[in-house]
């Protein structure tokens, strides 16, 4: 894998950029294809949106547009995402609106009970994420790191709760799966800079 | 809305720049960070604003302590860090 593996996403939905809950799937599919079937991508960091296809590399990529960690026993291997020169090709439809309509939500939480089929773990969690940073302001706000104590299982209730409000601009969100801590995600506002 | 499970003491000596440089090799950062200069602009050692997030959430989370809005944009060095620490948790 010297240069990297291209990953083969689409866009979904209305989106001109590829989505973390897409990302970290496919990263995890190169990551167990290379380490074998006990690697789990633990972190995750996107620092602008991807707008073109991505190459996931374990050799040190300068100005890269994002990084990941893999674990694998007692190792953490470092990764990078590397913004190729091809477009993407695809665009798939993508509704999230039965998330946010089984939702439950208040503040600074919002919480799914009960399983919701045909949308994977990683896409309940964005969701609920945005329900909360909704509530805060209208302007969108942008998932760009998750972090992974345990893999994601399909035990419910699903949860996420505010860890820190920085600045109004960003979050930092606890990720519950059964009334267990699971990881983490942040967000910023669409646009921010410090 | 830094959260802790038990209160955390005050200190009884100064907060460093070497603490903070190890609380930053803890973070995933686009830059190397390790040895930044004291009076170095976070920005100018190439840090963005995700790296400069991360860091404020790790000093909430280490040091017990809320930093308001209106304050982030006056840390933007180690040592204008420290001396933010040292006034609120020394």
């Keep these: 894998m010297h240069d990297g593996v291209v990953l083969d996403l689409p866009f ?30 633990s972190s995750l ?27 694998n026993g007692s190792e953490s291997i470092p990764g990078w995402l590397v913004e190729t020169d091809q477009q993407v090709a695809r665009r798939v439809p993508y509704d999230s609106s039965p998330i946010s309509a089984a939702a439950v939500s208040g503040p600074d939480f919002a919480r799914i009970v009960d399983p919701l089929p045909g949308f994977a773990p990683f896409d ?32 419910f209730p699903f949860e996420v709760r505010v860890l820190h409000w920085l600045g109004g601009r960003f979050a930092v969100f606890n990720l519950r799966q059964a009334d267990t801590v699971i990881g983490s995600f942040r967000t910023m506002l669409d646009g921010t800079s410090i | 809305m830094a959260q802790a499970s038990a209160p955390i003491p005050r200190r ?18 686009v830059a ?55 006034e609120r948790v020394a």
């Design chain 1, 124 to 155: 309940i969690f964005v969701s609920l994420v945005k329900i909360v940073g909704a509530k805060r302001t209208p302007r969108p706000w942008w998932l760009c790191q998750v972090n992974l104590d345990t893999p994601f299982t399909d035990e």
């Design chain 2, 32 to 86: 190397d960070l390790k040895k930044l200069k004291e009076e170095t602009l976070f920005q100018d050692a190439g840090a963005d604003s995700l790296d400069v997030f991360n860091l404020i959430v790790a000093v909430e989370d280490k040091y017990g302590i809320v930093v308001p809005s209106d304050h982030l944009s006056q840390i933007n060095t180690l040592a204008k860090l420290a001396n933010y620490l040292n």
């Design chain 1, 12 to 41: 979904k939905g209305d989106r001109d950029y590829l989505r973390m809950a897409d990302l970290h799937p496919a990263i995890q599919g190169v990551a167990q294809n290379y380490f074998g079937p006990s690697a789990q991508v």
């Design chain 2, 12 to 29: 009884t000596v100064p907060v460093s720049t070497a603490e903070l440089r190890e609380l930053i090799a803890g973070i995933d950062t």
């Design chain 1, 45 to 71: 960091i996107v620092r602008r949106p991807l707008k073109r296809a991505i190459r996931a590399s374990f050799q040190p990529v300068e100005g890269s547009s994002g990084s990941f960690r893999v674990r």
